[in-house]
């Protein structure tokens, strides 16, 4: 064994040069695949932490049923105490109260139906982009009760501008009537137009207030550390809030649940860009069949050579075998850490795509892409190339039984 | 006299040259074929969206499109025909549509809609309510209650044919106007979410309901023919801007009206080409490779070459001439490949249902069908060929350098 | 609608009951019996879910089959919060920011003052007589009273979401209930009225309630704490500027 595996090693440096090359066309696949899959990961990761960042965040809490039907009262009674829990929970970055109520929004022209936010002007500045959205006017200050944010189509349709008055009208959460004139302060452009049209945001007190909410809210968005977190909070927060302190009421969905559309996308990329990996695989594939292909037709004497001083085919076989598994195994761990390498610069650098900033930011993703390396992106693609590698040198290696010594010397 | 040297000599070792067409073979089919599918995707992709309703043209007032609301209606109907028929080629079909928010409700449920007031036999031939109805019957123009629906929308109000709906919305005169219908056609769409949101009247009804009179809230004219870069689109609309003259009009290709769809069509042609290029250099290896091989083989031949007073240029030149006839008959048999491959699937299409659900949510369509571009098959074939002939260098430059000693002592 | 109205209304002359009325006349005397030319009263409304409730005081003008005017005047946070409902138009108004807003059609739908009745409904008050064929499905004697039972069929084109409506009817022409059914023909809502008492000068039925059929701990109720029924009231009452400043 340890000595087909020597003779192996010292057979593939006899002839480096074919040797570099075909390491260098494993190293190159692996590579480019660790950099795409970690690049795909990488803008899916972007895509939902920047989708969670303009309003769902990782996770949120709410009272049971408010996801599906956001009735004012489904609310969560004592906000104090959810706080005083999520700071306790590690993998959480930060989190913050909202509330929402439906109102007829009106200026002097207009009347649109739509949902007022509630917003605590200094948390919902971590936890979400709102307020490097606002683009004319300024963002909400801690006390601010009646100032308003809005969205940019918004203001155009109702056809209003900052500092123009806003008249809200909706039901309390005691059914009384809430009613308020809000001044506008701000009007934020997200570039997502269902969010731009139908947003309107204030200073969480002053809604409270208005809509009667007393201490309550209807969410507590939370940001985790990181996408990798997000289930781990979520399990922490059933099993030690929900169950135990009186929070039977409430649940905790996460950013699939919240936004089912998304994951189905991504799940839908994912199949379109596995398919390009395949068809990459199998020309890789092709490519590295030739080469031991080729070899092994250019030992054609060598081998006669060894099967006429008592070498068995199948021990032949094998020897050619292990050559294919040291030049995978260099040419995938190559592969790997150039690929690593490259991968960790952009995720660094970011990688600017020019053309696609309307695409992107419909998605609400900025204009720069960040690959992301992980365990799995940096080994899926080079263990399919170890596969199919050896699959296809499988087939040259078979050739050699069908060999006879007295042809295969004769042969140049 | 180089290419027919060259061509004796690929045939001369016919197993290599066969294995060093495979690789080219594979890497130009793979080319070939994802092209197709991608650009198979983006043609229905395009098809679609501007058969749900956007047209390769459409005409609205200036203010329409931001608020889209009754008053940014268009009322010179007469003038509109005119520019319409003056500035557009016999056989561009067009139809007016009024197309306001509304709401819709029955006994139980209710819920905003999209109400499309349509003229029923135009329309047909416009866009893809003309072959959506799945049950039921299509509108015509003397109905005067009666409406169709989306499966999903039948689903989501949990009603059926012949059942009423009613609709509500604002009139000209900001009174509420509302009405009854009766459901009398239920149509499928790509997506659930067009399904849900449109629902169709006849133009008539729809505008003695808003009180409209003759005015409309669009204009959606289809070319004969998708252009998928727009050109034909533009030099259309410019014609008939300038044929309305008015600027209350606003007049607009699909490529205006879908900034996203044209955002994506871009992006999508810049990583093919980025895509064919990785498969080249995938590709390129085991061309370098196996040709690196084939040299080393023959060094006798070039050293006796050498000697024989052959300069170096003369070797390079005939190894790039084979590493030539070799890419030339890949490409050549790889296109073939692609082009079968293509034609085999496009016949039925392949059927992405299964994916149905994150597809219909991107607007992705539910059956692809393949379709080879001329711009790509030449952007393939170049990028092989050039870039072959680019890395056949490196083995020639080896060859070139061989000398007659160490040539000869080989073996 | 045509259940708020019927909260509202009552004729001036009672109507002596009659052997053989069409259905027709029947639904219309009733409805006129309600209604009345003018009225005016002060209802508690209450609204109760299962796991909360919510009472408010309200003054109602009405005045001939469509106009009226509800002012809430407890509790005294929501005081002087106001609907007018005039010709085919409504209106609300908010003393807290004194602007007087015109529902759009999407508000149409969507529940009055959190009850189980819509914007719509309001608007619609004179909906049961315009929009409704009746027929008379039989008669019995209750309490020595006949009531007449009726089904009423929507007409083909009439803007109205319900499939079929049931009345009870009694004999002096005092509503008893209605029941709202969806195309299938199954129950959707139920209005019921009973305490039928001497108010405002004629026998009206002071307690009324409204609820979901497959939710009966859903509902919304009135209790008539007052009622006077008047021949006229001045129109300036069903005006922009008096929603703003009704007396109460």
């Given at each position: 064994m340890s000595i087909e595996l020597k003779m192996a090693w010292r057979n593939i440096w006899r002839n480096p040069r074919r040797t570099l090359l075909t390491i260098s066309a494993i190293a190159f696949a692996s590579m480019i695949l660790v950099f795409m899959l970690s690049f795909q990961l990488g803008c899916y990761e972007t895509m939902i932490n920047t989708s969670v960042k303009i309003s769902t965040g990782h996770l949120q809490i709410q009272a049971k049923g408010y996801l599906k039907d956001k009735k004012m009262r489904l609310v969560i009674k004592d906000p104090e105490q959810v706080a005083k829990f999520l700071d306790t929970v590690e993998g959480i970055d930060t989190y913050t109260f909202r509330a929402n109520g439906f109102s007829l929004v009106s200026s002097d022209t207009r009347t649109y139906g739509v949902v007022v936010t509630g917003i605590d002007p200094l948390k919902e500045a971590h936890v979400s982009s709102i307020k490097s959205l606002v683009r004319k006017g300024s963002y909400l200050k801690e006390d601010d009760e009646t100032a308003a944010l809005i969205g940019e189509l918004l203001s155009h349709n109702l056809k209003v501008d900052i500092n123009d008055e806003l008249t809200i009208l909706g039901q309390g959460k005691d059914g009384s009537i809430a009613a308020a004139v809000l001044t506008i302060k701000g009007i934020f452009t997200s570039g997502i137009d269902e969010f731009d049209r139908n947003v309107i945001m204030m200073g969480l007190k002053g809604f409270q207030e208005i809509f009667s909410m007393g201490k309550s809210v209807h969410e507590a968005v939370i940001t985790a550390d990181s996408l990798g977190d997000v289930s781990m909070v979520k399990q922490e927060i059933q099993n030690n809030f929900l169950k135990i302190k009186g929070g039977e009421y409430l649940a905790v969905p996460d950013w699939m649940e919240i936004m089912p559309g998304l994951l189905q996308g991504i799940q839908m990329d994912l199949v379109s860009g596995i398919i390009m990996y395949i068809i990459l695989v199998i020309v890789v594939a092709f490519s590295i069949f030739n080469t031991f292909l080729m070899a092994i037709f250019e030992r054609t004497r060598e081998f006669g050579v060894m099967m006429a001083i008592g070498t068995t085919p199948s021990r032949i076989t094998k020897l050619v075998m292990f050559e294919s598994i040291c030049m995978t195994i260099v040419g995938i761990l190559l592969g790997i850490i150039i690929g690593s390498l490259v991968t960790l610069y952009f995720q660094n650098k970011g990688i600017y795509i020019a053309g696609t900033e309307d695409i992107l930011k419909q998605y609400g993703i900025p204009d720069r892409l960040y690959p992301r390396l992980s365990l799995i992106s940096a080994t899926a693609g080079p263990l399919v190339v170890f596969v199919i590698t050896f699959v296809s040198s499988v087939f040259p290696a078979l050739k050699i039984r069908k060999l006879k010594p007295v042809e295969a010397m004769n042969n140049i | 006299m180089v290419a027919i040297l060259a061509w004796r000599n690929i045939w001369r070792n016919p197993r290599r040259t066969i294995v060093i067409l495979l690789a080219v073979i594979i890497g130009v089919w793979s080319m070939i074929f994802l092209g197709a599918l991608m650009r198979g995707m983006e043609t229905e992709m395009v098809r679609n969206s501007i058969s749900t309703l956007t047209g390769s043209i459409q005409i609205h007032h200036r203010e329409y499109r931001n608020d889209p609301v009754v008053?940014?209606?268009?009322?010179?109907i007469d003038k509109l025909n005119q520019a319409l028929s003056t500035s557009l080629d016999p056989g561009i079909l067009w139809a007016k549509r009024v197309r306001v928010n509304a709401i819709a409700s029955n006994a139980r449920h209710t819920g905003g809609v999209t109400l499309v007031g349509i003229e029923p036999e135009k329309e047909a031939k416009i866009s893809f309510i003309g072959k959506a109805m799945i049950s039921g019957r299509y509108l015509t123009?003397?109905?005067?209650n009666k409406i169709i629906v989306g499966r999903a929308f039948l689903k989501k109000f949990n009603t059926k044919i012949n059942n009423k709906l009613i609709l509500m919305s604002q009139d000209t005169q900001k009174e509420i106007a509302s009405k009854a219908f009766r459901i009398v056609g239920v149509f499928s769409a790509e997506s659930e979410a067009v399904e849900k949101q449109f629902i169709f009247i006849p133009l008539l009804q729809a505008a003695k309901m808003l009180k409209m009179?003759?005015?409309?809230?669009e204009v959606s004219i289809m070319l004969s023919r998708l252009d998928i870069t727009g050109k034909k689109e533009t030099l259309a609309a410019k014609r008939l801007t300038a044929a309305i003259a008015d600027d209350t009009y606003r007049v607009e290709t699909w490529q205006q009206l879908l900034p996203m769809m044209k955002a994506y069509l871009e992006m999508s042609g810049f990583f093919l080409y980025i895509w064919y290029f990785v498969v080249f250099v995938a590709m390129g290896f085991g061309i370098v490779n196996t040709s690196l091989m084939a040299i080393f083989e023959r060094m006798r031949e070039f050293g006796l070459m050498k000697a024989l007073g052959m300069r170096p240029f003369q070797i390079i030149k005939g190894v790039v001439t084979e590493t030539f006839f070799l890419l030339v008959i890949g490409i050549l048999a790889g296109n073939i490949l692609g082009f079968l491959s293509v034609a085999a699937i496009s016949k039925n299409g392949i059927d992405l249902s299964a994916l149905a659900a994150g597809a219909q949510m991107w607007g992705i369509p539910r059956k692809l069908y393949p379709e080879i571009w001329a711009q790509d098959v030449a952007v393939a074939g170049l990028v092989v060929l050039a870039l072959g002939l680019l890395v056949s260098l490196y083995p020639a430059f080896k060859a070139a350098r061989f000398t007659p000693t160490q040539a000869m002592r080989k073996n | 609608m045509k259940k708020l109205i019927l909260i509202v209304g009552i004729l001036f002359f009672a109507v002596s009951s009659q052997a053989q009325m069409t259905a027709e006349t029947i639904v219309k005397k009733a409805f006129d019996y309600w209604r009345g030319e003018a009225s005016v009263s002060t209802i508690t409304m209450t609204i109760h879910r299962p796991d909360w409730e919510r009472s408010m005081t309200i003054k109602a003008w009405t005045r001939g089959e469509s106009d009226s005017l509800f002012v809430i005047t407890n509790p005294a946070k929501d005081r002087g919060n106001s609907t007018l409902k005039a010709g085919k138009g409504m209106w609300i108004y908010n003393p807290k920011v004194n602007r007087v807003i015109k529902l759009p059609p999407s508000m149409m739908s969507q529940s009055w003052q959190g009850s189980d009745f819509s914007n719509n409904d309001l608007a619609k008050s004179d909906s049961l007589i315009k929009d409704y064929v009746h027929t008379l499905e039989d008669t019995k004697i209750v309490q020595d009273k006949k009531v007449y039972s009726i089904k009423s069929i929507p007409k083909?084109?009439?803007?109205?979401?319900?499939g079929m409506i049931k009345l009870k009817i009694r004999?002096?022409?005092?509503?008893l209930s209605e029941v709202f059914f969806d195309e299938d023909l199954e129950a959707v809502k139920i209005m019921t009225a009973w305490d039928i008492r001497m108010a405002g000068g004629k026998l009206f039925p002071l307690k009324w309630k409204m609820e979901k059929s497959d939710a009966k701990d859903e509902y919304t109720r009135f209790v008539y704490e007052k009622i006077d029924f008047k021949k006229s009231l001045n129109k300036n009452i069903f005006t922009r500027t008096h929603l703003k400043n009704p007396d109460i």
């Amino acid at each position: 064994m340890s000595i087909e595996l020597k003779m192996a090693w010292r057979n593939i440096w006899r002839n480096p040069r074919r040797t570099l090359l075909t390491i260098s066309a494993i190293a190159f696949a692996s590579m480019i695949l660790v950099f795409m899959l970690s690049f795909q990961l990488g803008c899916y990761e972007t895509m939902i932490n920047t989708s969670v960042k303009i309003s769902t965040g990782h996770l949120q809490i709410q009272a049971k049923g408010y996801l599906k039907d956001k009735k004012m009262r489904l609310v969560i009674k004592d906000p104090e105490q959810v706080a005083k829990f999520l700071d306790t929970v590690e993998g959480i970055d930060t989190y913050t109260f909202r509330a929402n109520g439906f109102s007829l929004v009106s200026s002097d022209t207009r009347t649109y139906g739509v949902v007022v936010t509630g917003i605590d002007p200094l948390k919902e500045a971590h936890v979400s982009s709102i307020k490097s959205l606002v683009r004319k006017g300024s963002y909400l200050k801690e006390d601010d009760e009646t100032a308003a944010l809005i969205g940019e189509l918004l203001s155009h349709n109702l056809k209003v501008d900052i500092n123009d008055e806003l008249t809200i009208l909706g039901q309390g959460k005691d059914g009384s009537i809430a009613a308020a004139v809000l001044t506008i302060k701000g009007i934020f452009t997200s570039g997502i137009d269902e969010f731009d049209r139908n947003v309107i945001m204030m200073g969480l007190k002053g809604f409270q207030e208005i809509f009667s909410m007393g201490k309550s809210v209807h969410e507590a968005v939370i940001t985790a550390d990181s996408l990798g977190d997000v289930s781990m909070v979520k399990q922490e927060i059933q099993n030690n809030f929900l169950k135990i302190k009186g929070g039977e009421y409430l649940a905790v969905p996460d950013w699939m649940e919240i936004m089912p559309g998304l994951l189905q996308g991504i799940q839908m990329d994912l199949v379109s860009g596995i398919i390009m990996y395949i068809i990459l695989v199998i020309v890789v594939a092709f490519s590295i069949f030739n080469t031991f292909l080729m070899a092994i037709f250019e030992r054609t004497r060598e081998f006669g050579v060894m099967m006429a001083i008592g070498t068995t085919p199948s021990r032949i076989t094998k020897l050619v075998m292990f050559e294919s598994i040291c030049m995978t195994i260099v040419g995938i761990l190559l592969g790997i850490i150039i690929g690593s390498l490259v991968t960790l610069y952009f995720q660094n650098k970011g990688i600017y795509i020019a053309g696609t900033e309307d695409i992107l930011k419909q998605y609400g993703i900025p204009d720069r892409l960040y690959p992301r390396l992980s365990l799995i992106s940096a080994t899926a693609g080079p263990l399919v190339v170890f596969v199919i590698t050896f699959v296809s040198s499988v087939f040259p290696a078979l050739k050699i039984r069908k060999l006879k010594p007295v042809e295969a010397m004769n042969n140049i | 006299m180089v290419a027919i040297l060259a061509w004796r000599n690929i045939w001369r070792n016919p197993r290599r040259t066969i294995v060093i067409l495979l690789a080219v073979i594979i890497g130009v089919w793979s080319m070939i074929f994802l092209g197709a599918l991608m650009r198979g995707m983006e043609t229905e992709m395009v098809r679609n969206s501007i058969s749900t309703l956007t047209g390769s043209i459409q005409i609205h007032h200036r203010e329409y499109r931001n608020d889209p609301v009754v008053e940014n209606c268009m009322d010179g109907i007469d003038k509109l025909n005119q520019a319409l028929s003056t500035s557009l080629d016999p056989g561009i079909l067009w139809a007016k549509r009024v197309r306001v928010n509304a709401i819709a409700s029955n006994a139980r449920h209710t819920g905003g809609v999209t109400l499309v007031g349509i003229e029923p036999e135009k329309e047909a031939k416009i866009s893809f309510i003309g072959k959506a109805m799945i049950s039921g019957r299509y509108l015509t123009t003397e109905d005067k209650n009666k409406i169709i629906v989306g499966r999903a929308f039948l689903k989501k109000f949990n009603t059926k044919i012949n059942n009423k709906l009613i609709l509500m919305s604002q009139d000209t005169q900001k009174e509420i106007a509302s009405k009854a219908f009766r459901i009398v056609g239920v149509f499928s769409a790509e997506s659930e979410a067009v399904e849900k949101q449109f629902i169709f009247i006849p133009l008539l009804q729809a505008a003695k309901m808003l009180k409209m009179g003759d005015s409309i809230s669009e204009v959606s004219i289809m070319l004969s023919r998708l252009d998928i870069t727009g050109k034909k689109e533009t030099l259309a609309a410019k014609r008939l801007t300038a044929a309305i003259a008015d600027d209350t009009y606003r007049v607009e290709t699909w490529q205006q009206l879908l900034p996203m769809m044209k955002a994506y069509l871009e992006m999508s042609g810049f990583f093919l080409y980025i895509w064919y290029f990785v498969v080249f250099v995938a590709m390129g290896f085991g061309i370098v490779n196996t040709s690196l091989m084939a040299i080393f083989e023959r060094m006798r031949e070039f050293g006796l070459m050498k000697a024989l007073g052959m300069r170096p240029f003369q070797i390079i030149k005939g190894v790039v001439t084979e590493t030539f006839f070799l890419l030339v008959i890949g490409i050549l048999a790889g296109n073939i490949l692609g082009f079968l491959s293509v034609a085999a699937i496009s016949k039925n299409g392949i059927d992405l249902s299964a994916l149905a659900a994150g597809a219909q949510m991107w607007g992705i369509p539910r059956k692809l069908y393949p379709e080879i571009w001329a711009q790509d098959v030449a952007v393939a074939g170049l990028v092989v060929l050039a870039l072959g002939l680019l890395v056949s260098l490196y083995p020639a430059f080896k060859a070139a350098r061989f000398t007659p000693t160490q040539a000869m002592r080989k073996n | 609608m045509k259940k708020l109205i019927l909260i509202v209304g009552i004729l001036f002359f009672a109507v002596s009951s009659q052997a053989q009325m069409t259905a027709e006349t029947i639904v219309k005397k009733a409805f006129d019996y309600w209604r009345g030319e003018a009225s005016v009263s002060t209802i508690t409304m209450t609204i109760h879910r299962p796991d909360w409730e919510r009472s408010m005081t309200i003054k109602a003008w009405t005045r001939g089959e469509s106009d009226s005017l509800f002012v809430i005047t407890n509790p005294a946070k929501d005081r002087g919060n106001s609907t007018l409902k005039a010709g085919k138009g409504m209106w609300i108004y908010n003393p807290k920011v004194n602007r007087v807003i015109k529902l759009p059609p999407s508000m149409m739908s969507q529940s009055w003052q959190g009850s189980d009745f819509s914007n719509n409904d309001l608007a619609k008050s004179d909906s049961l007589i315009k929009d409704y064929v009746h027929t008379l499905e039989d008669t019995k004697i209750v309490q020595d009273k006949k009531v007449y039972s009726i089904k009423s069929i929507p007409k083909p084109d009439a803007p109205v979401i319900w499939g079929m409506i049931k009345l009870k009817i009694r004999e002096d022409n005092i509503l008893l209930s209605e029941v709202f059914f969806d195309e299938d023909l199954e129950a959707v809502k139920i209005m019921t009225a009973w305490d039928i008492r001497m108010a405002g000068g004629k026998l009206f039925p002071l307690k009324w309630k409204m609820e979901k059929s497959d939710a009966k701990d859903e509902y919304t109720r009135f209790v008539y704490e007052k009622i006077d029924f008047k021949k006229s009231l001045n129109k300036n009452i069903f005006t922009r500027t008096h929603l703003k400043n009704p007396d109460i």
